[in-house]
C-alpha cells in the first residue's frame, strides 16, 4: 500500500501512534473503567475483605518511532 | 564490622615487645556496617470515642516511634493491616545480619570420616548429595530456595508425600488451570484482538477518517483479572494498603521528609484522601483501598542477533516497596499486553 517515499516514515509513525492509543482503548475495558469508579471486592491476604479502586500513578512508555 | 570492637577506655592497652604500651587499631566510623532495620511498630490501639453523625472528616493521626535510623512513620488514618510488622532481616538484606559462624572443630584428631561428615548432620549430608550428583542443572540459589522456602517451611512434612509422583501432580496443575472458574486466577488468562487504525491515504475523502486498517494479533490480559490475580498472589502480604508519610529525625530535633516509596509519596496521600472522602458504594463499609498502578512500556530485543522483537505493556503495583518490586526475582511485574508490530502489515 506504500511506497517507498518521503511519506512513509511520517505515515508509519502515524501508524504507531494511533495503534498505541487503540491498545489501550481496548485495554481500559468497561470492567475496568466500574472497577476504577465503583472500586472492587477482594480478599485480602490477611483474612480481610477490602474495596480498591484502581489509580494510575505513573506511565512511563514511547511508541517506537523507527 | 563484627569482629572489630571499639575497647574499652579504662582498660590500659597491652605492651609491645619493646615494653612501649601497645595501640588499638579500629576501622574508621565510615566503615561501620549497620545491618538494616524494618520501621518502628506501630503503637498499640487506643479506644476512641464512638462519635455520631460526624459530618467533617476526623483523622486519627498515628505517629510510630523511631528507628535506630532515626525514621518515623506517620500514617493520616491507623492503618489496618501493617505489612513492615513481620519484616525479617533476610528481607532487608542479602546477607543475613543474625547469622553466626560456627567455630572450626578444634580436636582434629579425633574426627570422623564417616557420613555426615564434612557437613553438620544426616539431612544436610543427604541434600548436598543430590545437589552433587545426578543432573548439574540445580544450581546453589534453587538449592538455598528449596530449602528456605520448601523444606523448612512449618508446614512441609516428609510424610505428605506418600507415593509422590512429580508428573501427576503437574496434570492436576494443568487441569486445575484449565477448568478454573471462580478461582482467584480465572479471568486473568490471555485473549488476542485485532487493532483497528485509521491511515490517512493522500486522497480526499469527504468523510475525514482515512483508509481504516486492521492489525492481527494483539494479545493482551483484562486488567481487572490481573489485580484480582495480584491480590490474591502471595506478595499481596507486602503491600501498603494504606499511605503513610516518612520523617526522619536530625538530631537536633527537626524533622526532615522522606520520599522513598510511592506510599509515602504526596500524590499517594492525596489519591487516598479522597477516596476517602468519596461516598461509600451502596451496603458496604469495607475499607477503601488505593491500588496504585504503574504502567510501562517499551519495545525489547529478544535476541542480541536478529531482529526477534517484543513491544510489552507490563504493570507494576505502587502498593509494594520499591526494594521489592525492583527485584527480578519478586515476581511483581505483570505483563498485561503485547502489541503487534505495524511494520508487518504495511
Known amino acids: ?66 | 564490622m563484627p569482629g572489630l570492637r571499639t575497647p574499652s577506655p579504662s582498660r590500659s592497652p597491652p605492651l609491645t615487645n619493646a615494653g612501649r604500651p601497645g595501640r588499638y587499631y579500629r576501622l574508621p566510623k565510615r566503615y561501620d556496617d549497620l545491618p538494616p532495620e524494618p520501621p518502628a511498630p506501630l503503637p498499640p490501639p487506643t479506644p476512641v470515642p464512638v462519635i455520631r453523625r460526624v459530618i467533617l472528616h476526623v483523622r486519627d493521626t498515628i505517629r510510630t516511634s523511631l528507628n535506630r535510623f532515626g525514621l518515623l512513620r506517620e500514617y493520616p488514618h491507623r492503618p489496618s493491616y501493617d505489612p513492615d510488622a513481620s519484616l525479617e532481616s533476610e528481607d532487608l538484606a542479602n546477607w543475613d545480619a543474625s547469622r553466626t559462624f560456627e567455630p572450626s572443630d578444634s580436636n582434629p584428631t579425633a574426627r570422623s570420616f564417616l557420613p555426615p561428615w564434612p557437613f553438620r548432620n544426616m539431612s544436610v549430608f543427604l541434600l548436598m548429595e543430590w545437589l552433587n550428583s545426578g543432573s548439574n542443572l540445580k544450581s546453589v540459589g534453587e538449592t538455598d530456595r528449596l530449602v528456605n522456602g520448601v523444606l523448612r517451611h512449618p508446614e512441609f512434612k516428609a510424610s505428605d508425600f506418600e507415593g509422590f509422583s512429580t508428573h501427576r501432580e503437574n496434570q492436576r496443575l494443568d487441569k486445575a488451570d484449565a477448568d478454573a472458574v471462580g478461582t482467584p486466577f480465572s479471568g486473568d488468562g490471555w485473549s488476542t484482538s485485532a487493532v483497528h487504525i485509521s491511515v490517512p491515504t493522500g486522497q480526499k475523502d469527504p468523510t475525514g477518517t482515512g483508509h481504516s486498517f486492521t492489525i492481527q494479533g494483539l494479545h493482551h490480559r483484562s486488567l481487572l483479572g490481573v489485580l484480582k490475580a495480584a491480590l490474591a498472589d502471595v506478595s499481596s502480604k507486602r503491600f501498603h494498603f494504606s499511605p503513610f508519610k516518612h520523617f526522619r529525625v536530625l538530631s537536633f530535633g527537626r524533622k526532615e521528609r522522606c520520599y522513598d516509596e510511592v506510599y509515602t509519596s504526596d500524590a499517594f496521600l492525596q489519591a487516598d484522601d479522597t477516596l476517602q472522602k468519596q461516598k461509600n458504594e451502596l451496603n458496604c463499609n469495607l475499607e477503601k483501598v488505593v491500588l496504585g498502578l504503574m504502567l510501562w512500556s517499551d519495545s525489547t530485543h529478544l535476541a542480541n542477533f536478529g531482529n526477534a522483537k517484543a513491544w510489552p505493556i507490563y504493570l507494576y503495583f505502587a502498593n509494594l516497596s520499591k526494594y521489592i518490586r525492583a527485584k527480578p526475582t519478586s515476581g511483581s511485574s505483570h505483563h498485561i499486553a503485547y502489541i503487534p508490530s505495524v511494520s508487518v502489515g504495511i
Open chain 1, 1 to 66: 500500500m506504500l511506497t517507498a517515499g518521503s511519506q512513509r516514515a511520517v505515515i508509519l509513525t502515524h501508524c504507531r501512534r494511533e495503534l498505541m492509543q487503540e491498545v489501550w482503548n481496548i485495554l481500559i475495558d468497561d470492567e475496568f473503567i466500574a472497577a476504577y469508579q465503583h472500586g472492587f471486592v477482594a480478599l485480602c491476604h490477611d483474612g480481610q475483605s477490602r474495596r480498591f479502586y484502581p489509580r494510575l500513578f505513573t506511565y512511563s512508555a514511547d511508541y517506537p518511532e523507527k
